[in-house]
């Protein structure tokens, strides 16, 4: 036999896909554990395709997640979550995926890691990367969690079951009481605006905040751009695309995350996300439909493993969302939005609207919490195939 299987959950949690595992299931070493998914993903492929793998060729659908009992008392499962580069053999654990939180809670229902029940099953998640617990509140009928209904997410083609998610605050790397918890910072630099010195562009205003993942945003004005721009056209622009990477890679110096610009490119390239923000404007997504000014609070663009994201990131969203509830930020200058009120983005694929809260102590300002719905449901079952050689045999949990 050359061949073995690895049992594995191919699912989608709002507007990307991933395949879900058991920790129990892969190796414990993280190397042979990397090696393994790199491989179920299909990368690194020079082609840009995924052919021989389980990736779908694109920052939404090249990524993989681990779940396992929780070893927190106030949580249910751990999560963790890993953006699979396509062209290296490189798996990105700095971050989460909000969209993708969203099927953690449904995967941990149907695998038996959480009791369901009947109307909505809370599921709590610790979220292993950002070390942020997130609440999930799953529908869940005849003791089965419920995948059809009527809600519609711009960017997912079908309507599916509202699952709402709560993203509490984040706090630092171990979390709970373990050495350096604490609640992190909700503007690393301390300041609602910087200026960024960025290598071959010169100095531009940014905020840079890490709710839900790490995030830098700057004025689309700023960078000859509109906030209304589409893929297809933009990911074939290089100058551009190179250009936006070194914002990002700036911020990730400026804000802690990596020691140098390099670093962040070559072995970070998943946060912190950029991305562009523009005052409200009618504009047509990328699926031909117009939607008016008055239907958004802000236009935003956003990154995502060196491409321009087909809708808008989950936490991304969020740290938009913090950003507009927060006095002086790049954000709050230009978007629309009222105290208490989610606030409306108007992205690539059409609307989407995030609520977040914050508040000031003493020291400084700090998230509280964010609210977003999602729908996820699973796509396929089974067992993933490799090739016997790929990597050691998974050591039992």
Same mark, same amino acid.
Request: net charge neutral.
């Given at each position: 036999?050359?061949l073995?299987?690895?049992?594995?959950v191919?699912?989608?949690?709002?507007?990307?896909?991933?395949?879900?595992f058991?920790?129990?299931?892969?190796?414990?070493?993280?190397?042979?554990?990397?090696?393994?998914?790199?491989?179920?993903i299909?990368s690194?492929d020079?082609?840009?395709k995924h052919t021989?793998?389980?990736?779908?060729a694109t920052?939404?659908t090249?990524?993989?997640?681990?779940?396992?009992?929780?070893? #927190?008392?106030?949580?249910?499962?751990?999560?963790?979550?890993?953006?699979?580069?396509?062209?290296?053999?490189?798996?990105?654990?700095?971050?989460?995926?909000?969209?993708?939180?969203?099927?953690?809670?449904p995967?941990?229902i149907?695998?038996?890691?959480?009791?369901?029940v009947?109307?909505?099953?809370?599921?709590?998640?610790?979220?292993?990367n950002?070390?942020?617990?997130?609440?999930?509140?799953?529908?869940v009928?005849?003791g089965?969690?419920?995948?059809?209904?009527?809600?519609?997410?711009d960017?997912?083609?079908?309507?599916?079951a509202?699952?709402?998610?709560?993203f509490?605050?984040p706090?630092?790397?171990g979390?709970?009481?373990?050495?350096?918890?604490?609640?992190?910072?909700?503007?690393?630099?301390?300041?609602?605006?910087?200026?960024?010195?960025?290598?071959?562009?010169?100095?531009?205003?940014?905020?840079?905040?890490?709710?839900?993942?790490?995030?830098v945003?700057?004025?689309?004005?700023?960078?000859?751009?509109?906030?209304r721009?589409?893929?297809?056209?933009?990911? #074939?622009?290089?100058k551009?695309?190179? #250009?936006?990477e070194?914002i990002r890679?700036?911020?990730?110096?400026?804000?802690?995350?990596a020691?140098?610009?390099?670093?962040?490119?070559?072995?970070?390239?998943?946060t912190?996300?950029?991305?562009?923000?523009a005052r409200?404007?009618?504009?047509?997504?990328?699926?031909?439909?117009?939607?008016?000014?008055?239907?958004?609070?802000l236009?935003?663009?956003?990154?995502?493993?060196g491409k321009?994201?087909?809708?808008?990131t @989950?936490?991304?969203?969020?740290?938009?969302?913090?950003?507009?509830?927060?006095?002086?930020?790049?954000?709050?200058?230009?978007a629309?939005?009222?105290?208490?009120?989610?606030?409306?983005?108007?992205?690539?694929?059409?609307?989407l609207?995030?609520?977040?809260?914050?508040?000031?102590?003493?020291?400084?300002?700090?998230?509280?919490?964010a609210?977003?719905?999602?729908?996820? #449901?699973?796509?396929?079952?089974g067992?993933v195939?490799?090739?016997?050689?790929?990597? @050691?045999?998974?050591q039992?949990?």
């Amino acid at each position: 036999m050359n061949l073995r299987r690895i049992p594995a959950v191919y699912m989608r949690g709002g507007t990307s896909k991933g395949v879900f595992f058991h920790v129990r299931d892969l190796p414990r070493s993280p190397r042979e554990r990397d090696a393994l998914l790199l491989r179920v993903i299909g990368s690194p492929d020079p082609y840009g395709k995924h052919t021989d793998g389980m990736g779908g060729a694109t920052s939404s659908t090249s990524k993989v997640v681990l779940i396992a009992p929780s070893t #927190r008392d106030d949580c249910d499962v751990d999560y963790l979550f890993g953006a699979v580069s396509i062209g290296e053999p490189l798996i990105d654990w700095s971050g989460n995926c909000g969209n993708l939180s969203a099927a953690v809670g449904p995967f941990a229902i149907a695998e038996g890691l959480v009791a369901p029940v009947d109307g909505l099953t809370r599921v709590r998640i610790w979220q292993q990367n950002v070390g942020q617990r997130i609440d999930a509140f799953v529908p869940v009928r005849h003791g089965e969690v419920l995948e059809d209904g009527a809600f519609m997410e711009d960017g997912v083609p079908f309507p599916g079951a509202e699952i709402r998610l709560e993203f509490l605050e984040p706090r630092r790397e171990g979390g709970g009481d373990d050495a350096g918890a604490g609640v992190l910072p909700l503007l690393p630099t301390g300041a609602p605006q910087d200026e960024l010195a960025v290598p071959g562009l010169g100095s531009i205003r940014a905020t840079m905040i890490t709710a839900g993942n790490p995030t830098v945003f700057v004025r689309a004005e700023a960078l000859g751009l509109t906030g209304r721009e589409l893929p297809d056209g933009f990911n #074939r622009q290089r100058k551009l695309l190179a #250009r936006l990477e070194a914002i990002r890679a700036a911020a990730a110096v400026r804000m802690g995350l990596a020691d140098d610009a390099e670093y962040a490119t070559a072995f970070r390239p998943a946060t912190p996300k950029v991305a562009w923000v523009a005052r409200p404007t009618g504009y047509r997504t990328s699926a031909g439909v117009d939607v008016g000014a008055d239907r958004i609070d802000l236009l935003a663009r956003i990154m995502s493993m060196g491409k321009l994201h087909h809708a808008f990131t @989950g936490t991304g969203s969020i740290a938009l969302a913090a950003a507009a509830a927060l006095p002086g930020t790049v954000v709050a200058e230009i978007a629309r939005t009222l105290p208490g009120v989610p606030t409306r983005i108007g992205h690539v694929s059409g609307v989407l609207a995030v609520g977040a809260e914050v508040s000031q102590g003493p020291d400084g300002w700090c998230f509280d919490k964010a609210v977003l719905s999602r729908s996820a #449901r699973r796509l396929m079952s089974g067992w993933v195939h490799l090739p016997a050689s790929t990597a @050691g045999p998974p050591q039992s949990a």
